[in-house]
């Protein structure tokens, strides 16, 4: 899939997106993730991309004309639509359900507004859905577009080792993911459960079912009660 990132600061997102896994497979050609600076597309001699709003208040908003035209330039003659998410407060909280819905998509892109926000106007004329990654304000919409990129990358065909990589991981199946230990068996006094070391499979699939379910009511009872609501027991 393509993901574009529309920002006012491209250094910042290519920094996070261009290490570790995500990195690794933009660099492979097995993620094609681009940032483009909103900037470059004012018209003002300046390249200022915002303005007063109108009807007083602090902080300045950024203007429609420097949004729409870097959306145009990414769209050009492409018979395609992306789909466009604009990073917002306001918006539905992003979850591992949606990072799988964006992965099948074609073609992502995701607007990072700064300052006080945006004109309501271009996201009217551009933008599919607004989304937050919590319950929180940043500074601008680079983070979150980063978390996002990240999260749905790594959902991607080839960009992890095996699918099973993602399928067994925390939120999978509604649930947090069991326990992991590695060498040393003993540690500071504290040992590795004795199932594990004792190779037989079955007995270690049980437990670690077991310990995804007692650490989701200990520590996220809500995911449970989504997933008997979405059975509708």
């Known amino acids: 899939m393509r993901i574009d990132i529309m920002t006012l600061f491209p250094e910042m997102v290519e920094n996070f997106l261009s290490e570790s896994i995500i990195g690794r497979s933009r660099n492979a050609g097995k993620l094609d993730i681009r940032t483009v600076n909103i900037r470059d597309f004012s018209e003002d001699?300046?390249?200022?991309?915002?303005?007063?709003?109108y009807g007083g208040g602090r902080g300045m908003l950024m203007a429609p004309d420097p949004i729409y035209n870097c959306y145009r330039h990414l769209v050009g003659e492409s018979e395609s639509k992306p789909y466009v998410v604009y990073m917002s407060p306001k918006g539905r909280t992003f979850n591992q359900s949606i990072a799988k819905s964006y992965s099948s998509m074609d073609w992502l892109v995701?607007?990072?507004?700064?300052?006080?926000?945006?004109?309501?106007?271009?996201?009217?004329?551009?933008?599919?859905?607004?989304?937050?990654?919590?319950?929180?304000?940043?500074?601008?919409?680079?983070?979150?577009?980063?978390?996002?990129?990240?999260?749905v990358g790594r959902l991607c065909d080839g960009v992890l080792?095996?699918?099973?990589?993602?399928?067994?991981?925390?939120?999978?199946?509604?649930?947090?993911?069991?326990?992991?230990?590695?060498?040393?068996?003993v540690w500071h006094g504290r040992e590795v459960p004795e199932v594990l070391l004792s190779g037989h499979h079955a007995n270690i699939d049980e437990w670690r079912k077991n310990q995804s379910l007692e650490i989701t009511k200990e520590k996220r009872p809500d995911l449970l009660r989504n997933i008997k609501n979405d059975e509708g027991t």
């Open 161 to 185: 080792a095996l699918p099973e990589c993602h399928e067994i991981e925390s939120f999978e199946g509604g649930m947090l993911e069991y326990p992991q230990y590695t060498r040393p068996p």
């Open 45 to 53: 001699k300046h390249h200022r991309v915002d303005d007063t709003p």
């Open 110 to 151: 995701l607007l990072c507004g700064h300052y006080e926000g945006i004109d309501q106007r271009v996201i009217d004329e551009i933008v599919d859905e607004e989304l937050s990654v919590g319950d929180y304000v940043l500074t601008g919409g680079e983070l979150p577009a980063c978390i996002v990129a990240d999260a």
